[in-house]
């Protein structure tokens, strides 16, 4: 029979089969070490923006997808490069 897990535990196991496989990727390519980072340190810039209630520069958003859902929630802010085009 199949064991079933919490829903803490599932996300608990989740998070670490991503990990894991982020890790793998890493070791595998070494040369997106330097962009996983950049994306590691945008991310916490996001989370504190968003923690504030300031909008977020797009240039932040890597995820065409998020950008559109933060979009049109009013949480982006247009940058100023993009915006004259």
């Known amino acids: 029979m199949s064991r079933l897990m919490t829903p803490e535990e599932a996300a608990r196991w989740a998070q670490e089969q991503i990990t894991a496989a ?3 990727t890493l070791e ?3 040369a997106l070490a330097d ?3 950049q994306r590691l340190e945008d991310q916490a810039q996001i989370d504190r923006l ?3 209630g300031r909008p977020i520069p797009e240039s932040l958003v890597a995820n065409p997808f998020l950008l559109r ?3 049109d929630q009013g949480h982006i802010l247009v940058d100023k ?3 004259s085009l």
């Open 22 to 24: 982020i890790q793998r």
């Open 28 to 30: 595998e390519k070494p």
């Open 35 to 37: 962009l996983y980072q």
């Open 50 to 52: 968003k923690k504030e």
């Open 69 to 71: 859902i933060l979009s």
């Open 81 to 83: 490069q993009r915006a």
